[in-house]
């Protein structure tokens, strides 16, 4: 057994604790908002956060987390109004919508590190997650509107 | 002279499912219809396939595309809910889950087919006009209602409005039959003006951006159902190699793992998970047939051969758009000029990978598929023809794509085939996903394609003559054999955008060359038109130059019959300051999509290691009425960057038939930081909607080759602009 805190409630899975995290979250735990795109740490559609930190959950097994502090975009806020999500709503950010959950952690984490940031720092920071549909413009603006109105 | 058609008519009253049963409340006041529709069982009113206004406050709209991101989902209802007049609020959207012909896309002859940015293009008129019969129905019923002529009501959102003020909404309305009225003719009844509009061309919100912005959305690899396993497989490493002998002890030895099945060009792994499935898969030894013709398939030589095509005039080749004599203009003209253009292979990249869930009914005479594609059809029929069944016996639920891009367009969709079979072969519901490898490896993609174009100057400096011949294979060919039987030669998807439609151009010809496939293809965001208006900008920026014209000037002489596209090259000129642009490597490109329109400038910088900065982008976009402008700005802007990506990065190798990438580190499309500002104008025309979701695309690698003239002198001519190819241009 692992046990882990996720979303704020302790957890116990019985798969191997080799598994990768990615599927125990989406398909064990079924928490179907963290999505797997490559598999490669490339297209961060599966960042979660552990302990605080942005992470890609394909590059990390279930025994990594073993007494972690487990964050999923179910968990960012209880009812979906975190302020990067009500900023992504404003900003009508995301088109197909895939990569969205893996760029709102990644984008909340940045906020964690650095409140105020400025264009560069998103532009930096974000490079980490990859959107096809080229909603990247939309995205800087909505995490400055977090910043601003968070 | 009448358009209207009576109740009487069957094939227009069958939808009328309201008629009769209340027939015994006609013409009552307002407070007793009230009373009578809260004592009444709630029977909606169906006044045409298209829509159900409900009694309980709900209108159902249905949604005839697919959604992959271009938010046609929310578009296409708000179409018919403004003619409609209903408040948007009391609009619930309903997937169209069947292969109903009845909602069949005109543009793609009624398949049902969601591509080449014709949803709002295919679906305004008709759309429109079911909105508009049922306010029409709807005013009829009040009017009956309320003892006055029809014609003295109006509509407010989800309501009829009398001049004394009395107002009836549309759900009371709905319940009280349809006794004496008269179903106007759907081609003929009256639509609003565009100045009434007041869904249409205003900003509402995307009905599914809070599940986006939730994780809330469902995709198909997030479909959950009851007994499901997982699939994965291990697919022939070449095009129409098969399994000839599978050594599968060790995979079924692993806990988890229920069967291996064998598929026509592959070997499927089931199992209680995902990751057992690709745990096992790891595991299978597979001996794969040698001979099939595609294992001589490699990049290089196809394009060698697509350029030898493209240079010998004696080559073979379907006339794609013709005007005048462009041959015999050129052979007279006061100066000629030739140049060759490449392009290599690329892929959609689109962030969800193939996945499905399908369950196949016990009896082997139906199942249910879980699907994201762009077309019901095709996705009815590849169930359909892999158990030999029905149409009719598949059960479709169309999920959202993970973007698409053209991605899931074909005939057969193997990628569902497989999640089918494997149901079949296991008894089970299974998902199939692949992996980003079995994506890439398996992809389909944007075909390589070697371009000439010949052109001629009069002695003033204006373009006389031009030819155009574009070797590249048929895509509807591979894709869609069905459907190029009945096109050839004329294919679309390779060709778009050859034809240059937006100049005027007295002698003009376009060729296609079609040369032998060697890779397995589909359409990309933006077809044909993706490589040809490359081509086409590209060389037009050379003829400007060799005519000693500002590259401006030189466009703005072919667009004096087209007073909207010269709006927007001088929009985009304003915008950028190309008059005034001094040493700032401005390139300026006129493209578009199908009739819609993009000027684009793009401002580059160049690196000494040979990398392309995109610093700015400006674009000037005429596609018709906008109905959803923030919507469209954001496809214009993704059509951009998608195009950025392209110019720049993407390309795909195939050696010995198999395609030489694997992830997106190796086929690496534009991240956050290499994002310029773009700067989005659309024009406000009075003119029908002809699409947004690939407009953006087209304009730009052209734009950025010839940004990198105005920076280095130099001329870039294949695609994509890779630093080795920048280098070797600085160098030459």
Same mark, same amino acid.
């Given at each position: 057994?692992?046990?882990?805190?996720?979303?704020?409630?302790?957890?116990?899975?019985?798969?191997?604790?080799?598994?990768?995290l990615?599927?125990?979250?989406?398909?064990?735990?079924?928490?179907k908002?963290t999505?797997?795109?490559?598999?490669?740490?490339?297209?961060?559609?599966?960042?979660?956060?552990?302990?605080?930190?942005?992470?890609?959950?394909?590059?990390?097994?279930?025994?990594?987390?073993?007494?972690?502090?487990?964050?999923?975009?179910?968990?960012?806020?209880?009812? =979906?109004?975190?302020?990067?999500?009500?900023?992504?709503?404003?900003?009508?950010?995301?088109?197909?919508?895939?990569?969205?959950?893996?760029?709102?952690?990644?984008?909340?984490?940045?906020?964690s590190d650095?409140?105020?940031?400025?264009?560069e720092?998103?532009?930096?920071?974000?490079?980490?997650?990859?959107?096809?549909c080229?909603?990247y413009?939309?995205?800087?603006?909505?995490?400055?509107?977090?910043?601003?109105?968070? | 002279?009448?358009?209207?058609?009576?109740?009487?008519?069957?094939?227009?009253?069958?939808?009328?499912?309201?008629? =009769?049963?209340?027939?015994?409340f006609?013409?009552?006041?307002?407070?007793?219809?009230?009373?009578?529709?809260?004592?009444?069982?709630?029977?909606?009113?169906?006044?045409?396939h298209?829509?159900?206004?409900?009694?309980?406050?709900?209108?159902?709209?249905?949604?005839?595309?697919?959604?992959?991101?271009?938010?046609?989902?929310?578009?296409?209802?708000?179409?018919?809910?403004?003619?409609?007049?209903?408040?948007?609020?009391?609009?619930?959207?309903?997937?169209?889950?069947?292969?109903?012909?009845?909602?069949?896309?005109?543009?793609?002859?009624?398949v049902?087919?969601?591509?080449?940015?014709?949803?709002?293009?295919?679906?305004?008129?008709?759309?429109?006009?079911?909105?508009?019969?049922?306010?029409?129905?709807?005013?009829?019923?009040?009017?009956?209602?309320?003892?006055?002529?029809?014609?003295?009501?109006?509509?407010?959102?989800?309501?009829?409005?009398?001049?004394?003020?009395?107002?009836?909404?549309?759900?009371?309305?709905?319940?009280?039959?349809v006794?004496?009225?008269?179903?106007?003719?759907?081609?003929?009844?009256?639509?609003?003006?565009?100045?009434?509009?007041?869904?249409?061309?205003?900003?509402?919100p995307?009905r599914?951006?809070?599940?986006?912005?939730?994780?809330?959305?469902?995709?198909?690899?997030?479909?959950?159902?009851?007994?499901?396993?997982?699939?994965?497989?291990?697919?022939a490493?070449?095009?129409?190699?098969?399994?000839?002998?599978?050594?599968?002890?060790?995979?079924?030895?692993?806990?988890?793992?229920?069967?291996?099945?064998?598929?026509?060009?592959?070997?499927?792994?089931?199992a209680?998970s995902?990751?057992?499935?690709?745990?096992?898969?790891?595991?299978?030894?597979?001996?794969?047939?040698?001979?099939?013709?595609?294992?001589?398939?490699?990049?290089?030589?196809?394009?060698?051969?697509?350029?030898?095509?493209?240079e010998?005039?004696?080559?073979?080749?379907?006339?794609?758009?013709?005007?005048?004599?462009?041959?015999?203009?050129?052979?007279?003209?006061?100066?000629?000029?030739?140049?060759?253009?490449?392009?290599?292979?690329?892929?959609?990249?689109?962030?969800?990978?193939?996945?499905?869930?399908?369950?196949?009914?016990?009896?082997?005479?139906?199942?249910?598929?879980?699907?994201?594609?762009?077309?019901?059809?095709?996705?009815?029929?590849?169930?359909?023809?892999?158990?030999d069944?029905?149409?009719?016996?598949?059960?479709l639920?169309m999920?959202?794509?993970?973007?698409?891009?053209?991605?899931?367009?074909?005939?057969?969709?193997?990628?569902?085939?497989?999640?089918?079979?494997?149901?079949?072969?296991?008894g089970?519901?299974?998902?199939?996903?692949?992996?980003?490898?079995?994506d890439?490896k398996?992809?389909t993609?944007?075909?390589?394609?070697?371009?000439?174009?010949?052109?001629?100057?009069?002695?003033?400096g204006? &373009?006389?003559?031009?030819?155009?011949?574009?070797?590249? !294979?048929?895509?509807?060919?591979?894709?869609?054999?069905?459907?190029? =039987?009945?096109?050839? !030669?004329?294919?679309?998807?390779?060709?778009?955008?050859?034809?240059?439609?937006f100049?005027?151009?007295?002698?003009?010809?376009?060729?296609?060359?079609?040369?032998?496939r060697?890779?397995?293809?589909a359409?990309?965001?933006?077809?044909?038109?993706?490589?040809?208006?490359?081509?086409?900008?590209?060389?037009?920026?050379?003829?400007?130059?060799?005519?000693?014209?500002?590259? &401006?000037?030189?466009?703005?002489?072919?667009?004096?019959?087209?007073?909207?596209?010269r709006?927007?090259?001088?929009?985009?000129?304003?915008?950028? =300051?190309?008059?005034?642009?001094?040493?700032?490597?401005?390139?300026?490109?006129?493209a578009g999509?199908?009739?819609?329109?993009?000027?684009?400038v793009?401002?580059?910088?160049?690196e000494?290691?040979g990398?392309?900065?995109?610093?700015?982008?400006?674009t000037?976009v005429d596609?018709?009425?906008?109905?959803?402008p923030?919507?469209?700005?954001?496809?214009i802007?993704?059509?951009?960057?998608?195009?950025i990506?392209?110019?720049?990065?993407?390309?795909?190798?195939?050696?010995?038939?198999?395609?030489?990438?694997?992830?997106?580190?190796?086929?690496e499309?534009?991240?956050a930081?290499?994002?310029?500002?773009?700067?989005?104008?659309?024009?406000?025309?009075?003119?029908?909607?002809?699409?947004?979701?690939?407009?953006g695309?087209?304009?730009?690698?052209?734009?950025?080759?010839?940004?990198?003239?105005?920076?280095?002198?130099?001329?870039?001519?294949?695609?994509?602009?890779?630093p080795?190819?920048?280098?070797?241009a600085?160098?030459?």
């Amino acid at each position: 057994m692992t046990g882990f805190v996720l979303n704020g409630q302790n957890v116990e899975v019985a798969n191997a604790p080799e598994e990768m995290l990615l599927l125990i979250l989406r398909d064990t735990l079924n928490l179907k908002g963290t999505k797997y795109g490559c598999g490669a740490a490339q297209c961060g559609a599966c960042t979660i956060h552990v302990d605080g930190v942005a992470m890609y959950s394909c590059q990390m097994s279930l025994g990594d987390v073993e007494g972690a502090e487990v964050t999923t975009i179910e968990g960012l806020s209880d009812d =979906g109004t975190h302020p990067l999500q009500k900023a992504w709503v404003e900003e009508q950010v995301p088109q197909c919508g895939y990569c969205q959950s893996g760029q709102i952690m990644r984008a909340a984490a940045l906020l964690s590190d650095i409140p105020e940031p400025s264009r560069e720092d998103i532009t930096a920071y974000m490079s980490a997650n990859l959107c096809r549909c080229g909603t990247y413009n939309r995205i800087f603006k909505a995490i400055e509107r977090a910043a601003q109105e968070g | 002279m009448t358009n209207s058609t009576p109740t009487s008519d069957l094939s227009r009253r069958k939808f009328l499912q309201g008629t =009769g049963l209340v027939f015994a409340f006609g013409a009552v006041g307002v407070s007793s219809v009230t009373g009578c529709s809260q004592s009444t069982p709630p029977v909606p009113l169906d006044v045409n396939h298209w829509l159900s206004v409900q009694s309980n406050g709900v209108i159902s709209i249905v949604f005839p595309s697919t959604e992959m991101g271009q938010s046609s989902y929310s578009t296409l209802p708000q179409i018919l809910a403004e003619e409609l007049d209903a408040d948007w609020d009391d609009i619930e959207i309903r997937q169209l889950n069947e292969d109903d012909r009845r909602f069949g896309n005109p543009l793609f002859g009624g398949v049902l087919y969601t591509a080449g940015s014709t949803g709002v293009q295919s679906y305004y008129e008709p759309m429109r006009r079911a909105g508009a019969q049922a306010r029409d129905v709807l005013l009829q019923i009040a009017a009956r209602e309320l003892g006055v002529e029809k014609t003295t009501l109006q509509t407010e959102p989800s309501a009829v409005v009398a001049p004394d003020g009395r107002r009836l909404s549309y759900f009371d309305l709905a319940g009280l039959g349809v006794e004496g009225v008269v179903i106007p003719d759907v081609e003929t009844v009256a639509l609003k003006d565009r100045s009434a509009f007041r869904i249409i061309g205003k900003d509402l919100p995307r009905r599914d951006v809070v599940a986006k912005s939730t994780g809330r959305a469902e995709f198909a690899i997030d479909v959950e159902v009851t007994e499901m396993v997982y699939g994965a497989v291990l697919r022939a490493p070449v095009e129409g190699e098969r399994a000839l002998s599978i050594d599968d002890a060790q995979a079924k030895a692993m806990p988890g793992v229920i069967d291996v099945v064998e598929l026509p060009d592959g070997v499927a792994v089931i199992a209680e998970s995902l990751w057992a499935a690709l745990g096992a898969r790891g595991l299978l030894i597979v001996e794969w047939s040698s001979t099939s013709p595609a294992r001589s398939f490699s990049s290089a030589e196809t394009l060698d051969l697509y350029t030898a095509a493209a240079e010998d005039a004696a080559a073979e080749a379907a006339t794609w758009a013709e005007k005048g004599d462009a041959v015999g203009a050129i052979a007279s003209a006061d100066r000629t000029f030739s140049q060759l253009y490449l392009s290599d292979y690329a892929y959609h990249a689109q962030i969800e990978p193939m996945a499905a869930v399908a369950s196949v009914d016990a009896d082997g005479q139906g199942a249910e598929v879980w699907a994201g594609t762009q077309t019901q059809s095709w996705t009815a029929h590849t169930v359909a023809t892999t158990l030999d069944i029905p149409v009719e016996n598949v059960r479709l639920n169309m999920m959202t794509m993970g973007g698409s891009f053209g991605r899931r367009t074909a005939l057969v969709q193997n990628y569902v085939r497989d999640a089918v079979l494997s149901s079949q072969a296991v008894g089970r519901p299974v998902k199939v996903i692949w992996t980003r490898e079995d994506d890439v490896k398996n992809g389909t993609l944007r075909p390589a394609a070697a371009q000439k174009i010949d052109a001629g100057l009069t002695a003033q400096g204006r &373009l006389d003559g031009w030819y155009h011949r574009v070797a590249t !294979p048929t895509v509807i060919g591979f894709f869609n054999p069905v459907r190029w =039987g009945q096109v050839q !030669p004329n294919d679309v998807i390779s060709m778009r955008g050859a034809e240059s439609k937006f100049y005027g151009i007295d002698d003009f010809r376009a060729d296609h060359v079609i040369t032998p496939r060697q890779a397995r293809l589909a359409p990309w965001r933006g077809i044909g038109a993706s490589y040809t208006s490359f081509a086409a900008e590209a060389f037009m920026d050379e003829l400007a130059e060799q005519a000693g014209r500002d590259p &401006l000037d030189f466009r703005l002489d072919l667009v004096a019959e087209n007073p909207r596209g010269r709006h927007l090259l001088e929009k985009v000129a304003e915008m950028s =300051g190309w008059r005034s642009r001094g040493g700032r490597a401005l390139g300026l490109s006129f493209a578009g999509y199908s009739s819609s329109m993009g000027v684009g400038v793009a401002e580059i910088e160049v690196e000494d290691w040979g990398g392309i900065r995109v610093t700015n982008f400006w674009t000037a976009v005429d596609a018709g009425q906008i109905v959803s402008p923030d919507n469209s700005h954001n496809q214009i802007e993704g059509g951009i960057i998608f195009g950025i990506s392209s110019a720049l990065k993407e390309r795909i190798d195939i050696e010995n038939g198999e395609i030489v990438q694997n992830n997106y580190y190796d086929y690496e499309v534009l991240r956050a930081n290499e994002v310029p500002p773009i700067d989005i104008y659309m024009a406000d025309v009075d003119a029908p909607p002809v699409g947004v979701g690939e407009v953006g695309t087209p304009m730009v690698s052209a734009a950025i080759a010839n940004a990198f003239h105005a920076a280095t002198g130099k001329r870039l001519r294949h695609l994509p602009f890779t630093p080795e190819r920048v280098t070797q241009a600085l160098q030459s």
